[in-house]
């Protein structure tokens, strides 16, 4: 099967062209000429890889970035035609995977692809985190406990995924609400807790399971047992 690659890039010319040296690869290509546009496909999701202009009219590639990441760990390489540390930091503290500085060439990109293609874990399993009996499918977005589902909101979904990824390691309530929350949210720490007691109310009551642990004065943390 082909790898599948958004191009998010407003000049179009430069996104022709990388999309027919990526055709010519062997890639499937797709395309957004706009933020809005590049948001609303990557939202949607199936690519393998998303090449993301940071300058972009409308949404730029970094708020896209902080976007997508909330919800997919699909690889992303950030364009600029910016070469600042700032930069950088903010996009690789966004999530992004890999960088690269316009004017680029064709070849280093189509490395940097590569590279991520062959990183990224194979299998079904991937998909998959597992605790304590239940299961998060990352894919479909759908928890369970056994065959019974558990229905979650969004944000308790996504607390649950970053613990279940983060199995065996306590997080503090910082950490949590500035990966699953993200940069943007202002409220205390507080809503970490409130929301651990929403995943507890709806996992550990209903299935007499101890799920998330407290480590007082710390934080988090999901064990493997
Ligand atoms: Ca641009």
């Known amino acids: 099967m082909n790898e599948k690659i958004l191009i998010v890039e407003d000049e179009e010319k430069i996104a022709r062209f990388v999309e027919m040296e990526l055709?010519?690869?062997g890639y499937t290509v797709e395309k957004a000429f706009n933020g809005r546009l590049?948001?609303?496909l990557a939202l949607k999701g199936g690519y393998d890889i998303i090449v993301l202009d940071i300058m972009l009219p409308g949404i730029n590639g970094m708020e896209?970035?902080?976007?997508?990441?909330k919800t997919s760990d699909v690889p992303i390489i950030?364009?600029?035609a910016r070469d600042t540390v700032i930069d950088k930091v903010t996009g690789?503290?966004?999530g992004a995977d890999d960088y690269i500085t316009k004017p680029f060439e064709i070849e280093e990109l189509l490395a940097r692809i590569r590279r991520i293609l062959r990183k990224k874990p194979a299998g079904p399993a991937a998909d998959r985190l597992f605790a304590c009996g239940l299961t998060l499918d990352t894919d479909r977005h759908t928890a369970s406990f056994g065959n019974v589902p558990i229905d979650l909101t969004k944000r308790e979904?996504?607390?649950l995924r970053y613990l279940l990824e983060n199995k065996g390691i306590v997080l503090s309530r910082e950490t949590l609400l500035d990966k699953v929350w993200g940069?943007?949210?202002a409220g205390d720490t507080n809503a970490v807790d409130v929301y651990v007691r929403y995943l507890r109310s709806k996992i550990d009551d209903v299935f007499g399971i101890k799920l998330i642990h407290t480590i007082r004065g710390v934080g988090y943390v999901i064990k493997d047992e």
């Open 64 to 69: 896209i970035l902080r976007r997508v990441r």
């Open 157 to 159: 979904f996504d607390l």
């Open 92 to 94: 690789l503290d966004c």
């Open 23 to 25: 055709l010519y690869e």
């Open 38 to 40: 590049g948001l609303e």
């Open 183 to 185: 940069y943007d949210f």
């Open 78 to 80: 950030m364009l600029t």
